[in-house]
């Protein structure tokens, strides 16, 4: 009897412990913290970002091709956010998210992507943002400089902002991009307008996103800039100009 109730007792603790080693797996999947994100969630949530991504690029350039829309007629324009409705209205057809168009439909990103430990929200936090008159210099036509040399090459570009830091290292992970040691690269100056000005088919000087030379990559914000440091963000060039 008394060997069967030590055997029950270990059988209890043993049971206590697994409850209490799923609990935590289940927290850290969850992504309450952003420097506790599961590797392998963060992989697969990487990929699905950069799925995505890639069919809104590949949307865009569909509709220059087969639908003859220049770059300034493509429209991301879509029923979730509101602000990027197209002057002069667009056609369906050269509508990034309309069957008649891209074929896309906007997918807000998932809550357990993104940073929830800074407070207020910002503004942009849970969507897609697509900047109006930002350049990436060293794409296209866009040089050092672009965003002052009066010059039409900002391109149309995507970005996925507050991302956890995990995750953004991973998303670079992925795409081959340098974290320098270990960390996302940094943002010099403003990403985007401090305005979070967006989209709407008309591009002008105003801000460089100082990624050189990348079509994708996640960053940190700049100190004492928009977005701030210690925040992360994707992008995706939809349409170098």
């Known amino acids: 009897m008394k060997e069967k109730g030590s055997a029950l007792f270990i059988i209890l603790i043993a049971v206590v412990l697994f409850a209490a080693l799923a609990y935590a797996v289940s927290q850290m999947m969850r992504g309450g913290n952003p420097n506790t994100i599961n590797i392998e969630q963060s992989r697969l949530a990487g ?88 350049c990436v210099p060293d794409t296209g036509s866009a040089e050092a400089g672009c965003d002052s040399d009066s010059v039409d090459n900002e391109a149309i570009i995507a970005v996925l902002p507050y991302l956890k830091k995990q995750l953004c290292i991973q998303v670079n992970n992925l795409l081959g991009v340098t974290n320098p040691g270990g960390n996302p690269p940094v943002e010099t100056t403003d990403a985007w307008t401090a305005g979070n000005a967006k989209y709407t088919g008309a591009q002008a000087d105003a801000e460089t996103l100082d990624q050189t030379g990348k079509m994708a990559g996640c960053f940190e914000g700049a100190a004492a800039s928009n977005p701030g440091s210690g925040t992360y963000h994707f992008f995706k060039i939809l349409i170098p100009r």
């Open 47 to 134: 990929n699905e970002i950069l799925a995505y991504a890639q069919s809104m690029r590949q949307g865009a350039q569909n509709i220059k091709i087969s639908n003859g829309c220049s770059d300034m007629d493509i429209s991301v324009e879509n029923s979730t956010v509101a602000g990027y409705t197209h002057t002069p209205v667009a056609t369906d057809n050269c509508k990034l998210f309309h069957n008649d168009g891209g074929g896309l439909v906007y997918q807000p990103p998932v809550a357990d992507w993104l940073d929830d430990s800074i407070s207020p929200a910002p503004a942009l936090r849970g969507q897609w943002y697509f900047p109006a008159n930002t």
